[in-house]
């Protein structure tokens, strides 16, 4: 079967770029006039570049700005502060109009399967409604379409005038892609596309993306907090805390060789089953950090995860570290640490 989704941009060209990226939330309190009283700085300031074709894996705990981030990128929010480029062009602020030829080349595939599909509609009806929306009318008709995409997902063409009820977990998540796929997207932003699943399933749906990557030329930002899935699926990696990016490389540098305590901290805590280990090859030693995540309502001075490191100093409450390469790093690999980790070398 042929695909109609034409060829993307050359690999390795920068295709949604996001510079100092800021998302406040108002708090409002007072009676009886309402006035804003704090903010929850869910995202504050946070620069990374995804490319034609490449997956890019963005990770971190539960409360971190993930998913805030992924709103923000396909504009379902409006930045406080920052810029977002699309292919050269400043979509920051772009209204409703200027928005519409770039919605259809930037899509998102929710977390939760169950409450992202209309279970008043059948399948045709919901994977067909972005074409019916921007007036699309594929050859051969959109209902051709949109069975051809139930079999691109891996499903049958017969589940055209079905209800998401009569569908498993797994099975409407495929939906959910096939809707995605529907106006035949440059950038697809997957937010925990897995998490709501059944572990057995969890890998089928992240093979399919995977393949859909690979034939069609489909750049992803994935976004998860499970380490071994985003290592199976992404080729960049960037880790969260508390509304920053801590530490971002190519997925095998931020895996073997972790600069960033909490980076390491996390990957301490991956089983060892998946075989990760540090660059001469032994078992990590388990890190358990101390204390909570502190609230983005008031998050702490200078860097945001000294309050659970073990390597803070007084310089880490002074200074907020800069995203930069650490000592023997090259330019693609960044850490925001005044005191960075050095593990051996291979």
């Known amino acids: 079967m042929t695909h109609s989704i034409p060829a993307q941009a050359r690999d390795g060209e920068p295709l ?22 704090g903010a929850v700085q869910a995202v504050d300031g946070i620069d990374l570049a995804v490319r034609a074709g490449e997956s890019f894996g963005l990770v971190g705990e539960s409360g971190c700005g993930k998913s805030t981030t992924g709103r923000l990128l396909t504009r379902l929010l409006e930045p406080t502060a920052g810029r977002i480029h699309y292919r050269g062009e400043d979509i920051t602020h772009a209204d409703r109009r200027r928005l519409a030829p770039i919605r259809s080349e930037i ?8 409450s992202s599909l209309n279970p008043r509609q059948t399948v045709g009806k919901i994977i067909a409604g972005p074409m019916e929306i921007n007036g699309i009318a594929p050859p051969g008709g959109r209902e051709a379409r949109v069975r051809e995409l139930l079999e691109v997902v891996g499903l049958s063409p017969e589940h055209y005038n079905r209800f998401p009820h009569e569908f498993s977990g797994g099975q409407r998540q495929r939906i959910g892609v096939a809707r995605a796929l529907a106006l035949e997207p440059k950038v697809i932003v997957a937010d925990e596309p897995v998490s709501a ?28 907090h499970d380490l071994a899935v985003v290592r199976h699926f992404s080729q960049r990696v960037a880790v969260m805390y508390l509304g920053r990016i801590v530490e971002s490389g190519d997925r095998d540098d931020i895996y073997r060789r972790p600069r960033h305590p909490y980076t390491h901290a996390l990957l301490s805590a991956v089983p060892e089953v998946s075989g990760l280990s540090d660059a001469a090859g032994t078992a990590r030693e388990r890190i358990r950090l101390t204390g909570d995540v502190p609230s983005p309502i008031l998050p702490p001075s200078g ?3 000294r309050t659970r490191c073990w390597k803070a100093r007084e310089k880490c409450a002074e200074e907020v570290p800069p ?15 005044h005191f960075p980790e050095f593990p051996p070398g291979p």
């Open 16 to 37: 949604l770029v996001a510079e100092g990226l800021t998302k406040h939330f108002p708090i409002m309190g007072g009676f009886p006039v309402k006035r804003k009283v």
């Open 107 to 114: 899509q998102m595939i929710f977390q939760d399967p169950y």
């Open 197 to 224: 699943l059944d572990v057995s399933i969890q890998a089928q749906v992240v093979n399919l993306l995977a393949r859909l990557r690979r034939e069609l030329g489909i750049a992803f930002l994935f976004i998860a």
């Open 303 to 305: 860097c945001r995860f």
């Open 323 to 337: 995203l930069v390469p650490a000592e023997g790093d090259g330019e693609g690999h960044l850490t925001a640490c």
